[in-house]
Protein backbone atom coordinates (compact mmCIF):
# COMPACT_ATOMS: atom_id res chain seq x y z
CA UNK A 1 0.00 0.00 0.00
CA UNK A 2 1.48 3.52 -0.80
CA UNK A 3 1.98 6.37 1.40
CA UNK A 4 -0.06 8.64 -0.86
CA UNK A 5 -3.13 6.04 0.16
CA UNK A 6 -1.95 5.62 4.14
CA UNK A 7 -2.06 9.45 4.53
CA UNK A 8 -5.32 9.77 2.66
CA UNK A 9 -6.95 7.48 5.37
CA UNK A 10 -5.48 8.62 7.62
CA UNK A 11 -7.12 12.05 7.16
CA UNK A 12 -10.83 10.81 6.80
CA UNK A 13 -10.15 9.20 10.04
CA UNK A 14 -8.88 12.59 11.72
CA UNK A 15 -11.65 14.27 9.87
CA UNK A 16 -14.32 11.98 10.52
CA UNK A 17 -13.03 11.57 14.30
CA UNK A 18 -13.21 15.85 14.53
CA UNK A 19 -17.05 15.26 13.57
CA UNK A 20 -17.64 12.22 16.09
CA UNK A 21 -16.07 14.28 18.96
CA UNK A 22 -18.24 17.27 18.29
CA UNK A 23 -21.08 15.05 18.43
CA UNK A 24 -19.78 13.33 21.55
CA UNK A 25 -19.10 16.32 23.38
CA UNK A 26 -22.55 18.48 22.38
CA UNK A 27 -24.57 15.15 23.12
CA UNK A 28 -22.81 14.82 26.38
CA UNK A 29 -23.16 18.79 27.77
CA UNK A 30 -19.75 19.03 28.01
CA UNK A 31 -19.92 21.78 26.23
CA UNK A 32 -22.42 24.43 25.26
CA UNK A 33 -24.54 23.93 21.97
CA UNK A 34 -27.35 26.63 22.36
CA UNK A 35 -28.78 25.78 18.72
CA UNK A 36 -28.57 22.28 19.37
CA UNK A 37 -27.03 21.01 16.24
CA UNK A 38 -24.19 19.02 17.66
CA UNK A 39 -21.35 21.08 16.65
CA UNK A 40 -19.71 23.02 19.52
CA UNK A 41 -20.41 26.79 19.49
CA UNK A 42 -16.88 27.83 20.24
CA UNK A 43 -15.83 25.61 17.57
CA UNK A 44 -18.33 26.88 15.39
CA UNK A 45 -17.32 30.75 15.52
CA UNK A 46 -13.91 29.61 13.84
CA UNK A 47 -14.51 26.13 12.00
CA UNK A 48 -18.03 26.79 10.85
CA UNK A 49 -16.70 26.06 7.26
CA UNK A 50 -15.42 22.97 8.01
CA UNK A 51 -19.05 21.61 9.32
CA UNK A 52 -21.07 23.70 6.97
CA UNK A 53 -19.04 21.35 4.23
CA UNK A 54 -19.14 18.29 6.51
CA UNK A 55 -20.69 16.56 3.71
CA UNK A 56 -18.66 17.88 0.67
CA UNK A 57 -15.58 16.94 2.77
CA UNK A 58 -16.35 13.46 3.08
CA UNK A 59 -18.39 12.82 -0.31
CA UNK A 60 -14.49 14.64 -1.75
CA UNK A 61 -12.43 12.06 0.37
CA UNK A 62 -14.79 9.04 -0.15
CA UNK A 63 -14.45 9.70 -4.39
CA UNK A 64 -10.65 10.14 -3.74
CA UNK A 65 -9.78 7.35 -1.51
CA UNK A 66 -12.00 4.94 -3.78
CA UNK A 67 -10.43 6.41 -6.51
CA UNK A 68 -6.83 5.76 -5.52
CA UNK A 69 -7.57 2.45 -3.86
CA UNK A 70 -9.32 1.28 -7.14
CA UNK A 71 -6.06 2.15 -8.51
CA UNK A 72 -3.68 0.07 -6.54
CA UNK A 73 -6.07 -3.04 -6.27
CA UNK A 74 -7.46 -3.32 -9.35
CA UNK A 75 -10.07 -6.51 -9.98
CA1 LIG B 1 -23.83 24.74 18.01
Redo the contacts with the bound molecule.
Sequence with gaps: MNEFIVTLIFIVLLVSGVYFYAGYL?RTGKVE?????????SW?EKFGWFFNAKGLIMLVLGLVLGYFLGNSFPL
Design positions: TDADGNFIPDE
